[in-house]
T-cell receptor, first 114, second 114 residues
Framework: EAQVTQNPRYLITVTGKKLTVTCSQN?????MSWYRQDPGLGLRQIYY???????DKGDVPEGYKVSRKEKRNFPLILESPSPNQTSLYFC?????????????FGDGTRLSIL | AQSVTQLDSHVSVSEGTPVLLRCNYS??????LFWYVQHPNKGLQLLLK??????LVKGINGFEAEFKKSETSFHLTKPSAHMSDAAEYFC????????????FGSGTKLNVKP
């Protein structure tokens, strides 16, 4: 089954404790992206990747890192999480970086930073 | 600058009546436009997309949207609402000069009353 898988689905942690949210897709998609969703703001793009070893900032990259060492994986790293990063996070992928292609989304990761 | 505006944060309709969810975008570039639906505790699912072909786009579950360039609008409609349509809906824009970035509206929550 074609899917985007995020782990964990839920995480409660404390300020400053490094964490990684994994994202994996099995569709051989070139393009992957991370978003955060906050009430009343819709989804905002954090980082995206057009292919292996090619990443770029979205609209809200501060406090986040990403890597793309393999095509299928695109982890989101919070080196020193802070409470303002409490949010619902989504990973998405598309076949290619082309505006004609819709995105496939994971089921989300709810992070709470205390 | 570009933006996506969903004019209503909440819409409430009775089952069997028409649905209208409004979306306007601002951009001087040709856009690709998408509507996504998000059910509670789920990721986003594509309903339909506009990519400079026919201006009236038909999607899944009986939804359709019309691209009106003169009005910079891409409103989502459905002739008859079902209870299962209750969800949050997002209008999304991607622009031809930078199709790696996606801009989300703030979302419209659709409530369907029996």
């Amino acid at each position: 089954e074609a899917q985007v898988t995020q782990n964990p689905r839920y995480l409660i942690t404390v300020t400053g404790k490094k964490l990684t949210v994994t994202c994996s897709q099995n569709m051989n998609h070139e393009y992957m992206s991370w978003y955060r969703q906050d009430p009343g703001l819709g989804l905002r793009q954090i980082y995206y990747s057009m292919n292996v070893e090619v990443t770029d900032k979205g609209d809200v990259p501060e406090g986040y890192k990403v890597s793309r060492k393999e095509k299928r994986n695109f982890p989101l790293i919070l080196e020193s999480p802070s409470p303002n990063q409490t949010s619902l996070y989504f990973c998405a992928s598309t076949p290619s970086p082309n505006s004609n292609q819709p995105q496939h989304f994971g089921d989300g990761t709810r992070l709470s930073i205390l | 600058a570009q933006s996506v505006t969903q004019l209503d944060s909440h819409v409430s309709v009775s089952e069997g009546t028409p649905v209208l969810l409004r979306c306007n975008y601002s951009s001087s570039y040709s856009p690709s436009l998408f509507w996504y639906v998000q059910h509670p505790n789920k990721g986003l699912q594509l309903l339909l997309k506009y990519t400079s072909a026919a201006t009236l786009v038909k999607g899944i579950n009986g939804f359709e949207a019309e691209f009106k360039k003169s009005e910079t609008s891409f409103h989502l409609t459905k002739p008859s609402a079902h209870m299962s349509d209750a969800a949050e809906y997002f209008c999304v824009v991607s622009l031809e000069y930078n199709f790696n970035k996606f801009y989300f509206g703030s979302g419209t929550k659709l409530n369907v009353k029996p």
